[in-house]
Nanobody, 128 residues
């Protein structure tokens, strides 16, 4: 059974940093592209970042490009999202996701219905 356990959310001031992490179990991690989505109150879930199965290709939403970095460790079965220069509009529940594919990370973004597993979500609040 595909499972994720997320950690790392919290409260941070504008301009600060947080690192989210997702630990996977129950599947062959390197067969999957991985991504992060977020959902703010009253809004639909939106794509944040994705990384391909080998970790050598990434994709970001325009709103986080240059501030967020996604990475993965296939040996440890973890995916991380380093978030810098945080803004109040980054406040949301963040979810990790996995899609079985050897294709580009944009598949996570454009075909979210293909996601095979979701994390439970972790709250990120950016406020002074």
């Amino acid at each position: 059974q595909l499972q994720f356990v997320e950690s790392g959310g919290g409260l941070v001031q504008p301009g600060g940093s947080l690192r989210l992490s997702c630990a996977a179990s129950g599947f062959t991690f390197s067969n999957y592209a991985l991504g992060w989505f977020r959902q703010a109150p009253g809004k639909e879930r939106e794509f944040v970042a994705a990384i391909n199965w080998s970790g050598d290709s990434t994709s970001y939403a325009e709103s986080v490009e240059g501030r967020f970095t996604i990475s993965r460790d296939n040996a440890k079965k973890t995916v991380a999202l380093q978030m810098n220069s945080l803004k109040p509009e980054d406040t949301a529940v963040y979810y990790c996701a996995a899609t079985r594919t050897y294709g580009p990370p944009t598949i996570i973004k454009t075909q979210s219905r293909r996601v095979d597993a979701w994390g439970q979500g972790t709250q990120v609040t950016v406020s002074s």
